[in-house]
């Protein structure tokens, strides 16, 4: 976990040295702190002898045992325009799935940390998801745009999937789905879904996919809840929005 944090802290240097972060990056939707939170985290990453999936750089010394999937900045765009929303994730993959799991929210220095088998903390102290079990009394975060009120108590949406999938680990939301039509890179969902389990939250996919990835080209649609019973019927929900390129 050393040198995740390492890598987090690393990442907080290098996006304070860039003056203006709205200043676009190499492709769209890119930032050029996105840029240089990417280099700076794989330079704590690799070194340390990960293999590093990363969404600005795609994949990098893939064949070591250890996989970092890593979001430099989740939420760059809050970050380019002074919303105090956006995080580092890393999640660290072995044979058997994940491993260990880093997600900080860098503008508010707070940290979301899991073992596999381990449980999961905020800021060093134990978590728990809430008890809300029924979707009329859930408040929602949610990733794109659902084409309808599916009966949540209440809907929010705040740009950074990392943490909000950490949100639900913690309480602070009772559930996240993705309702995009084109789905979450890994990198932005594998560090708070294994924060989300090893707290006892429920994860699961909207159309019964592994989530767990190792490229860079797959997208998935993750669902997040307090307990099984609220994910079955957020999954449903979600199953009721028929996928791309299919119409009902």
């Given amino acids: ?19 203006d972060w709205s200043r676009p990056g190499g492709r769209p939707g890119q930032y050029e702190i ?14 340390a002898g990960f293999g590093v999936l990363s969404e600005e750089s795609g994949l990098t010394e893939g064949d070591r045992r250890y996989l970092a999937v890593l ?40 940290c979301y940390e899991a ?8 800021d060093g102290q134990r978590i728990a998801p809430s008890k809300v079990s029924a979707l009329s009394d859930a408040v929602v975060s949610v ?5 309808r009120d ?9 740009g950074a999937a990392a943490l909000e999938i950490c949100a639900v680990a913690d309480g602070t939301l009772d ?3 993705e309702w995009g039509r084109g789905g979450l890179g890994v990198w932005d969902y594998l560090g708070g879904m294994l924060v989300c389990r090893e707290s006892g939250a429920a994860v699961g996919e909207a159309l019964g996919r592994e989530l767990v990835v190792r490229s860079p080209d797959e997208r998935r649609s993750p669902v997040a809840a307090a307990n099984v019973a609220l994910l079955g019927e957020l999954l449903a929900a979600r199953a009721a929005v028929p996928p791309p390129g299919r119409r009902r």
């Fill in 34 to 47: 996105d840029i240089a939170a990417d280099a700076a985290a794989l330079d704590v990453l690799v070194g």
């Fill in 175 to 177: 559930a996240f789905a």
């Fill in 71 to 110: 979001d430099p900045i989740d939420g760059s765009t809050n970050a380019s325009r002074g919303l105090r929303w956006y995080a580092t994730s890393i999640c660290v993959v072995d044979d058997d799935g994940p491993y260990a799991a880093l997600v900080v929210n860098q503008a508010r220095v707070s």
């Fill in 143 to 147: 990733s794109g745009y659902p084409p």
């Fill in 150 to 158: 599916f009966g949540w108590r209440q809907l929010r949406s705040f």
């Fill in 1 to 19: 976990m050393a040198t995740l944090s390492a890598a987090a802290y690393a990442v907080a240097r290098a996006v304070a040295g860039v003056g």
């Fill in 115 to 122: 073992v596999r088998g381990q449980g999961a903390t905020r």
